[in-house]
């Protein structure tokens, strides 16, 4: 089984500062993916990121950037130079990598507000 | 990448009635998924879109209540059957473009309100 936590409370950052989105997650599968999505009030869902469990380096895109800890099982977002327009709900999610079963696996989500 | 074209994107329905999602994708992709998301929640898995054959419910989602169809590699829908208060959610429709796909994509999403 899988799971994820995500247990900051609602985040507020100021515009052009960065921020971290923590997530925690714990699996059994020896090969897995990491991804973050970002919801915007409108309901969708925009992939953001994502870090496979063999990757070498922490992954990057664009202002995103993953802080993968494979030991302590984390994999927190980072975004820099934070804009208005990040204020949304943020969700990390994991999959198995192996086997026939690909479904997603999501935590509970962190607000983030950017202030002016 | 792929596009998908979620429809509608919004509904207010009678309780009781029946509403149809569809999901279109402009590439053949290999694996299509549905995912539910209450206010204020996390998405939860519904069921894997298989094509030519019955879906894959996950544990408390039923084929009476949630038939799905696939009819190509293209192409899905969801229906909410006998709807009541408690279905007022987001479903969203998930594609991968090839097995291990390091991408999920999801459509933009239907906000369904039961009245």
């Known amino acids: 089984a899988q799971k994820i936590t995500q247990t900051q409370p609602g985040m507020f950052v100021q515009e052009k500062e960065a921020v971290t989105l923590d997530c925690t997650y714990d699996t059994s599968d020896p090969s897995y993916g990491l991804f973050w999505y970002k919801q915007p009030s409108s309901g969708e869902m925009i992939f953001l990121i994502y870090?496979?469990?063999?990757?070498?380096q922490n992954a990057t895109e664009g202002r995103y950037s993953l802080n993968f800890q494979k030991a302590r099982k984390s994999a927190n977002l980072v975004i820099s130079a934070s804009q208005l327009g990040d204020s949304a709900m943020y969700f990390c999610?994991?999959?198995?990598?192996?086997?026939?079963?690909?479904?997603?696996?999501f935590g509970k989500g962190i607000t983030l507000s950017v202030r002016p | 990448s792929a596009v998908i074209s979620q429809k509608p994107s919004r509904d207010i329905c009678q309780r009781g009635t029946s509403l149809t999602i569809q999901c279109q994708v402009d590439s053949q992709v290999t694996m299509m998924f549905w995912y539910r998301q209450q206010p204020g929640q996390s998405l939860t898995l519904i069921a894997t879109a298989n094509q030519g054959s019955e879906a894959t419910y996950e544990s408390g989602f039923v084929i009476d209540k949630f038939p799905i169809s696939r009819p190509n590699l293209t192409f899905s829908t969801l229906t909410v059957s006998n709807m009541s208060p408690e279905d007022s959610s987001i479903y969203l429709c998930s594609v991968e473009t090839r097995l291990g796909n390091t991408e999920a994509f999801f459509g933009q999403g239907t906000r369904l309100t039961v009245v």
């Open positions: 870090q496979g469990s063999y990757d070498q």
């Open positions: 999610a994991m999959r198995a990598t192996t086997g026939a079963n690909s479904k997603l696996t």
